[in-house]
């Protein structure tokens, strides 16, 4: 049997609708995460909580008003099993909270062959308070807050190594779970490691996966919460109280983002978009490294193809393509077949599946939801999601639906966070404006949007609508469980769709990022009711001779083809895989290796930089150019004076970084060409026809410290520039 190797650690896993431990994208993500590594066959483990109450059930009044319904969760008629300790006694684990121990229990939950711990505390050694800190997905209370964190981060180390697995990798899904890192620090001092060289064996050997380009997203806790729930660990970590604040503190706050960074060797969003984004707010945090420099790499994120296609799609699907089809989902060959489907036959499946959908969510209240064009639009009622921006212009918004020829319906559906009053504000407004004449039975707002509902709306609606504030979403996944549906996307292009949009899969919202919200508001709107008039119902009431749709039909094909191999979880953890957690598993192990060795050496490494780098000194440098052979051709030789103290030639990458006045930068290495004096040396190099963009621009030198031991150069988030 292969010995686990990563650990995945979420606050949240959406599995089953069944087990409501998830709120939102997050969850579900982590569930499809799992799914997937249990059929590729990986070494994975999960780690998360069991919230007794689960997140809310939503109700909605009349007038709008949602109501939070917190139904107790029974365990034992769920597919959990008590885990039990080596001598088959039910496990017990300890975790300290300020001055006191809280003790949890844990359930496990198998997918497959992939197991998800869930602790939680409701057991008879704690007191009545501490047997409900555990109830609740994201309590509003700060402090139930931070020690539901302390039981995953702290508690999930105790938990695996009770149990005997020594995961070579550990993922951090987002930063709720990032007090791991200090746990395992701890563990290695207690076993006679130095801070520092725990510090670097922890680092090796944990990935972060950041969610949010919402700066509010970022988990945080005043400094004085630390004090109170870590005064008496700080001093087992081997550091004194500042070292290990220093790990998180952001400002004038102690922020889990900030914490896991600090202690993990790779960061990655989950777009290519929200790389930049990421890039950019974590610029903000280090100013001195430009944002094209800042360390954060992205895998975008995709869905779970077995637990989101339709059954009726897939066994249509299957008689079109090759018998493995869902294993090899990721060839985009395999989905070519899709394209020789008749029309009819895929327009058919898909009115059926529509058909059941209404039967099942209730909406055959609604005025001809069958034969109109169905548009979907569900998700959490975040404000950046702009759930009344298709509200904008009501009397457009009324010839939209009313068209007697060609009428339009929508399904709203969401939660909003029961701590979230504007969210829930939105929600009112919806059901006030879907109460009116003009708009009843049109729209419809459907109640506690969940896995189940999920499933139904992104398989049967015809048009998945995303607004968000571009670009805050960081990658959104249900408009991919629509895309493999054949429900085609009509989005800002905003997160995934950045990348999946093709001209001919869905539509795009381009979102240009300009101005007051208002006015951002009002253009994204326009083009939103110009695709709709224009574009989107004049296709969908199109017929052909055999009167079919087919240029929708088409849409619906090529949405399929082109966006189900790409935005499928199989691919998604395939590249987890290939790119972060064998590189990581091969590091860590050699951080580890001889007593921690390497760990040990980098650490002192990194003591020694950061004490000398105050006497790295760049002078001014001189750039001139030559005429080359070729006729325009103009090399352009750099050279610059740095002093570099008692720090080694070798030891530091010396470069010329300029903007290319285009968003990026451009950066030429010097070479150490003359030792002048005691750590001077005269740096040179050359390169093409960048004369002129040297003198023009903001280009300078920058100096920062390397070694082959870094994942990246701005590991230490050192760095030295001109004056
Ligand atoms: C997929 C899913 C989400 C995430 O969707 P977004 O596109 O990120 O809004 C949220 N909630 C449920 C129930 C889902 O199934």
Redesign the pocket.
Known sequence: MMSTSVAYFSAEF?IDGSLPI?S??LG?LAGDHIKAANELGLPLVGVGLFYQKGYFKQRIREDGVQEHLYPELDPGKLPLERVADASGNPLIIQVPVASRSVYLKAWCLRVGQVPIYLLHSNTEQNDEHDRRLTDNLYPGDPNVRIIQEIILGIGGVRLLHALGIRPDVWHLNEGHSAFLTLERIREYSASGVSFETAKEAVKASTVFTTHTPVPAGHDKFSISMIDHYFGDYYWQLGADRDTVIELGRQGEEFNMTRLAMNTSSRVNGVSKLHEKVTKALFHRWTPHIPEQDIPVESVTNG?HIGTWISPDLKAMLSDYLQPDWERQASDPAVWTPVREIPAGRLWREHQKIKGEMIRRLGFTDMRYPQESLLIGF???FATY?RALLIFQDLDRLDRIVNDPERPVCFVFAGKAHPADFPGQQLIRRIVELSNTERFKGRIRVMEN???DS??WLVQGVDVWL?TPVKPM?A?????Q?AAMNGVLNLSVLDGWWNEGYNGRNGWAIEGEMAGSSEHQASVDSGKLYRLLEEEIVPLYYHRDEQGLPSGWVNRMKESICTLAPRFNTGRMVSDYWSKIYVPTIERGRRFAANNFEIAGRVSAYKAFIREQWKHVRVNKPNAYSTQGTRIGFTETFFQVLVDLGPIWEKDVRVEVVGSDGNGGIWKVRLKAAEKLDNGLYRFEGSCCDKHDAFLHSNANIRVVPISSEFTNDFEMELSAWGE
């Open positions: 959406g998830y939102g994208g579900i869905v569900a998700r959490r999601k949007y969940d896995m999920a499933k995303n979403e990658s959104g996944t249900s408009g469980k």
